[in-house]
């Protein structure tokens, strides 16, 4: 198997390789380079007299006081050609908001493309944006888009390049459509923005256009492809005199009313089918001088959040859901410190993990024989942020939140009540210092974490207090054609012995290995302290480029108290080189290939991966894109496959991928994405297949379906760790698993404030087993040599249950019980969102969820699905109300 996909996978990427010529090499027009003297500056002018209407028009006679600018130059598809229609900017200013007017001529204006959206979801659409540098550090600024329908988009670009599109400011755009074309017209309160003090500014600027028909993009500073940086090459808008920072301080109270009716449970005082609740809290916004905002939450509601998609894990590492908490995802980037490189699992280790603050109580509670109390969250009594930019170049992010002490009622069987604490009262805290050099060519920064709990007697096996602290850098050099960065991390946990003993033996370190000499387990400890480091190098710009990774994460490293992480004990090394064709030719009209190195070893010396891979992606002339790649690794040990157990040397394999997407700009698209792997030695292999098709039957309503299927053959799935006779035995099972899941979506909306998003995924897993072992010899150099097979000592009582007989002799017996499973869930949100007034919501919200449970591993979709809408449902009702208030 692993053969045949290597093979396949080589004649794909030969196959691609060979097509490289036609497009790479097909002459192209020289493109246009403008002279940037001529396009770098633009002045705004102040209004004299009355301000504008807000109507789209820009008809007013004070947009004829400002001079227009324009000479806008193509990114796409024609880098540095003049823009296939001409576009206009004035910008005018006032004492509390700016003023852009943009005018989009078009000689087809009936073929605009206005796709009406929810706010901040990205369309099919013509579009403007305009990006106001208000810093001028040349490294961050705030961008505001709307489309020809007048949906609303907004973000924060932040370190050059990067761009949060959490971010939401309170701001007015209006969009109007005729003959010639289309207008948009911004109002941008200054109160959005952060700028010092000063007689006269100068922001840095620039306006970009999307013409959809002719998927063109233009920019009146044009930003190259080839080019490193993106906010660094703004224009300037100049003129900006008598501007002075506004006081800034917004209050956003809410008040939510929640029904509940769920299954009911005969006798259980928990569970009685149905409950209601009030509730009332608040966001608060205040500028602290011109530099410094804090953002403050009292009490807050997420109820109108989407709920996570279902999953089954047979890791001994936990999943990692991503933020959906608007207060949380609002400006999260700048509390994001990697401490894992890559695109992979690595992207989603970092110091800050803001799911722990409101996480699931760690505790349970004793029912006593008879019944306690659930609880699905922890109570975010306050939580706030001070975030801002000094003038002097030091960026600054502090967030601190408190979550309540959360007892758990009980009824235990004689009737009795209790009170049983399940989690801590927590206080986080995180801070983030930078300073630019060098015109944001040169950062360095810092970066920390602090959890302190308040333990009762029952808890004390949590940690009390954990600390991180960090320090990064990066350089630009060499026309910012070339980047060195890094980072240093030290992190703290201190507790009760039995706090820091549970921490010895957890997945991420597994100190009781009996084969680990550069470990070593100590119960005695009261405390425990590591590092993780990670240095980078390489070429940015160009269409040749490069980067040399190096990281190291000790044993004793701990960061899951704030942040996320899945293992230590590992040093590693990557190498990345990447060739990009940016330019249309005779096939493609962009292609990138890329080559990866990479390899790991325990701090002990053993080698943990070694491995590469080539990989793929392109976009077609008729906008047809797609991508491609085959992965090798020659294996090594995992020292985390018997769960604290000796190092097992796990085999070598290949896997591919590929998958094609249609031009998204068309009503009816979709695309599909195709995996599959094989294991050298094993039976292991599987594969994975998903599709999705959208359909916009109008400019309003956009309907998505995205059915999926994964299969896996796993002949080594680990099942428990029994100790017989003295001897711990480490017992697998070979598993068929099959994981089904179909996600719906439709947005349906009325207007720009008005929409309504209905998500719905069902979801089936079932996994049998068959074929038990156990482990033998970890390390023996054939696969086959690392296990004892069970065959018919291995068998299965009536219900199911695997029972052992360890040496055939009807001598030592280890009972598993029923290993089979399928899991049945279905999650759904309907959300109708009115923004009644300017930054004012109303939510209304019905989350509908059902689910079960069944010791049968057998997959079969029809009877699956007709037990999973025949199970019992759960429903929520939720009406909530905000009221932006600026002072």
Not at 160 to 178: C, F, H, L, P
Not at 869 to 878: E, K, M
């Amino acid at each position: 198997m692993a053969g045949k996909i290597a093979r396949v996978g080589q004649f794909v990427a030969l196959t691609w390789l060979a097509a490289l010529p036609a497009g790479a090499q097909t002459a192209v027009p020289e493109p246009l380079r403008p002279d940037p003297l001529t396009v770098s500056t633009a002045r705004a002018v102040r209004v004299a007299g009355p301000a504008p209407k807000m109507d789209g028009r820009l008809d007013d006679p004070a947009w004829a006081t400002a001079a227009p600018f324009g000479a806008f130059v193509q990114r796409d598809p024609d880098e540095g050609r003049p823009g296939t229609e001409p576009t206009e900017v004035r910008v005018l200013f006032t004492d509390d908001a700016l003023w852009i007017g943009v005018r989009s001529f078009d000689s087809k204006a009936a073929e605009i493309a206005a796709v009406l959206a929810r706010r901040d979801e990205w369309s099919p659409s013509d579009e403007v944006s305009v990006m106001i540098d208000s810093y001028h550090d040349r490294r961050t600024a705030f961008a505001f888009t709307v489309n020809a329908a007048g949906v609303k988009r907004d973000a924060y670009l932040y370190d050059d390049t990067n761009r949060d599109e959490s971010w939401d400011a309170v701001w007015e755009a209006k969009a109007t459509t005729d003959s010639a074309g289309w207008s948009a017209e911004f109002r941008i309160p200054l109160s959005q923005l952060r700028f010092p003090a000063a007689p006269s500014h100068t922001f840095g600027f620039n306006v970009s256009r999307r013409l959809n028909r002719l998927n063109e993009t233009q920019f009146w500073r044009l930003v190259p492809k080839q080019a490193s940086g993106y906010v660094s090459r703004f224009g300037d808008l100049t003129s900006l005199d008598g501007l002075r920072p506004p006081r800034r301080l917004e209050v956003l109270p809410y008040s939510a009313a929640l029904a509940s009716y769920t299954p009911s449970q005969a006798g259980n005082p928990f569970a009685t089918g149905s409950r209601t609740l009030a509730n009332l809290g608040g966001d608060l916004k205040v500028g602290l001088g011109s530099a410094l905002t804090l953002t403050a939450t009292a009490n807050p509601d997420f109820g109108q959040v989407e709920a996570d998609p279902a999953v089954v894990n047979l890791t001994a590492f936990e999943s990692f859901f991503s933020e959906r908490r608007p207060f949380f995802t609002e400006g999260l980037d700048l509390f994001r410190f990697r401490i894992a490189d890559g695109d992979g699992d690595g992207s989603e280790e970092v110091l800050f993990y803001s799911r722990r603050i409101g996480r699931a109580p760690q505790g349970r509670a004793d029912p006593r024989n008879g019944f306690a109390e659930s609880i699905d969250r922890t109570t975010i009594l306050a939580a706030g942020k001070l975030t801002g930019k000094t003038r002097t170049g030091w960026s600054v992010g502090a967030l601190a939140a408190l979550t309540d002490r959360e007892r758990a009622r009980v009824i235990d069987g004689a009737g009795q009540p209790h009170l049983d604490v399940v989690e801590p009262r927590t206080a986080y805290g995180v801070f983030r210092l930078e300073r630019e050099l060098r015109r944001g060519q040169t950062v360095i920064g810092a970066f920390g974490t602090v959890v302190d709990r308040d333990l009762p007697a029952n808890l004390q096996w949590l940690h009390r207090n954990a600390y991180t602290a960090g320090l990064n850098w990066s350089h630009r050099f060499a026309n910012d054609g070339y980047q060195l960065s890094g980072r240093v991390v030290a992190s703290r946990v201190e507790g009760t012995t039995a706090a820091i003993l549970a921490t010895q033996l957890a997945p991420a370190r597994y100190f009781q290995r009996p084969d680990a000499d550069h470990t070593e387990l100590d119960s005695t400890r009261t405390a425990l302290g590591g590092y993780a480091l990670g240095f980078n190098g390489g070429r940015t710009a160009g269409n040749l480029r490069w980067n040399l990774n190096f990281t190291a994460r000790s044993p004793g490293f701990e960061a899951n108290d704030a942040g996320f992480m899945r293992e230590t004990d590992n040093i590693g090394q990557s190498v990345w080189i990447n060739r990009r064709w940016l330019n249309p030719g005779r096939v493609f009209r962009r292609f990138n290939l890329n080559l990866n190195q990479w390899s790991s070893h325990t701090f002990g010396g053993e080698r943990r991966n070694l491995g590469g891979n080539i990989n793929a992606n392109y976009t077609l002339l008729n906008y047809l894109s797609g991508w491609v790649g085959i992965n090798r690794h020659l294996g090594g040990i995992s020292p985390t496959a018997l769960r604290g157990g000796p190092a097992f040397i796990r085999p070598g394999g290949v896997n591919g991928w590929f998958g094609l997407q249609t031009d998204d700009r068309k009503s009816v698209r979709g695309g599909t994405n195709f995996w599959a792997f094989a294991e050298d030695e094993s039976e292991n292999w599987g594969f994975g297949f998903g599709t999705w098709l959208s359909w916009r039957p109008t400019t309003s309503v956009d309907l998505t379906v995205n059915p999926t299927i994964y299969y896996n053959r796993d002949v080594w799935q680990y099942l428990d760790t029994r100790s017989v006779a003295g001897r711990d035995e480490y017992l697998f099972g070979a598993i068929r698993q099959t994981t089904t899941a179909m996600t719906l979506r439709s947005n349906i909306t009325v207007s720009p404030t008005l929409s309504l998003q209905l998500y719905a995924q069902p979801f089936i897993s079932s996994g049998r087993y068959d074929g038990f072992r156990r482990v033998k010899a970890p390390r023996a150099p054939r696969f086959a040599d690392r296990f004892d097979e069970f065959g018919d000592r291995a068998s299965r009582d009536p219900d199911g249950n695997v029972v052992i007989d360890l040496d055939g002799t009807g001598g030592p017996a280890i009972t598993l019980g029923n290993p089979d499973f399928t899991v049945l869930s279905l999650r759904s949100n309907f959300v109708l969102r009115w923004e009644y007034l300017l930054g004012s919501t109303l939510f209304l919200v019905w989350q509908h969820g059902r689910g079960g449970f069944d010791p049968d591993g057998r997959f079969r979709l029809g009877d699956r699905l007709g037990d999973l809408f025949r199970s019992p449902s759960s429903n929520v009702l939720l009406v909530k109300l905000n009221y932006w208030v600026s002072l």
